[in-house]
């Protein structure tokens, strides 16, 4: 006679009635200096990513569109930033959405295991701040170029 097995009831601490999962965080993880170094909402982003998470049998890819986070209240922009610290610090990689408005999809990778001393999070703070010295030279230029369009609309119409 084969033995029944306790289902596991969590502490009312832990979840609602109505739970359906939970999302596994190893020790070695939380406590990297890779994971440490995250900011808060870099970390919040990748507890979002991993809840979509539906097992290996999936692949290790999440599908999430930007709308999603926002209905966990994370701002677009936020978000952008958050991304680009979780892909830096390498927790995740990034295919892009397309121009057809396709989600993005965030593949989950263990990089972050390379990232041991302060040198090596350094290293990838200086990556992503790379990253954001890009995306705001790209902004700068874009605004100006309308500016430029704008005026040379104006000035055929004038």
Known sequence: MSRKKNKYIPPAFE??????????????????PAFIA???????VYIYLRSEYKGISKGNT???????????????????NAIDLLECFGFI???RGGLEHE????TFISDWKNIRTK????????KYQEIQARK??????????????????????G
């Open 15 to 32: 979840t609602s009635n109505a739970h359906n999962g939970y999302v596994a965080l190893y020790r070695d993880m939380l406590y990297s």
């Open 38 to 44: 995250l900011r808060a909402t870099a970390k919040e």
């Open 93 to 95: 990689s990034v295919k």
């Open 119 to 126: 040198q090596d999070v350094e290293a990838a703070k200086s």
């Open 103 to 106: 989600a993005s999809e965030y």
């Open 62 to 80: 999440v599908k999430l569109p930007y709308d999603d986070f926002e209905k966990y209240g994370v701002n677009r922009h936020t978000l952008a």
């Open 136 to 157: 705001k030279a790209a902004k700068e230029l874009k605004k100006k170029l309308k500016a430029e369009l704008r005026t040379e609309q104006e000035n055929h119409t």
